[in-house]
Structures are given as C-alpha cells and as structure tokens.
C-alpha cells in the first residue's frame, strides 16, 4: 500500500529554519516524480519542489535558493530543508508523488496524483 506521511511542521519566526521530512512507503522510486506541495490559507495548492528518479532536483521561482529537496532511499524518506523562511511561506506542505516513470518533466509542479496528509507550516513576522 503507498503511503506519505509528513512531520516536522511547526512555528518558527522570520528568518527560521525548518526541516520536513516524509515517511515514503510502498512506491518504486524508479517510477515516479516525488515532490512538495504547499496551500496557503484562501489559495490554491502550489508546487515547491520536486526530485527524479535520478536525483535531479527544481524548484518554484520563490523558494529557489532557500530550500532544499533531498531523498533518502535506504530511510525511505523524503525531506525539504528550509531555510530564511518568510511569512509567506506560511502553509500545509505535502509530500506528493507522480506515477511518471520517474520524471518531473523539469518541473517542480508536475500533476502529482498522490498527496499525505500535511504538516503545518506558521512563519510569523
């Protein structure tokens, strides 16, 4: 059975630093685009980051820099460091996988089909 299954949320002040990490189980990472997704509140879900099956990482214009997508397979688990965080970063972030045969297409918001639960991100000014 797949499952993603974020922790690390938190509250941190401007300028803070936070580290997710995602549980990854039941997926061939041969297979698929693995990546990060955040939704502001009264916005929609945008991509982060993503990382192929090679280990070839992108990220969105905004976080370029700052963050940092990591996948450790022998741990099974997916992380994005974030550093020099900003109010608006402020967010659920989710852990997201894309059955394409391990691509991301050079994207970092390909059309991930499969999402965790979320952990809370709060960057207070």
């Known amino acids: 059975q797949k499952r993603l299954v974020e922790s690390g949320g938190g509250s941190v002040q401007s300028g803070g630093s936070l580290r997710l990490s995602c549980a990854v189980s039941g997926y061939t990472y041969s297979l698929y685009c693995l990546g990060w997704i955040r939704q502001a509140p009264g916005a929609d879900r945008e991509g982060v980051a993503s990382?192929?099956?090679?280990?070839?990482?992108t990220y969105a214009d905004s976080v370029n820099g700052r963050f940092t997508i990591s996948l450790d397979r022998a741990k099974n688990s997916l992380y994005l460091e974030m550093k020099s965080l900003t109010p608006e970063d402020t967010g659920m972030y989710y852990c997201a996988a894309d059955y394409a045969g391990g691509s991301c297409s050079g994207s970092w918001d390909p059309a991930f089909s499969d999402w965790g639960q979320g952990t809370q991100v709060t960057v207070s000014s």
């Open positions: 990382i192929d099956s090679v280990g070839l990482t």
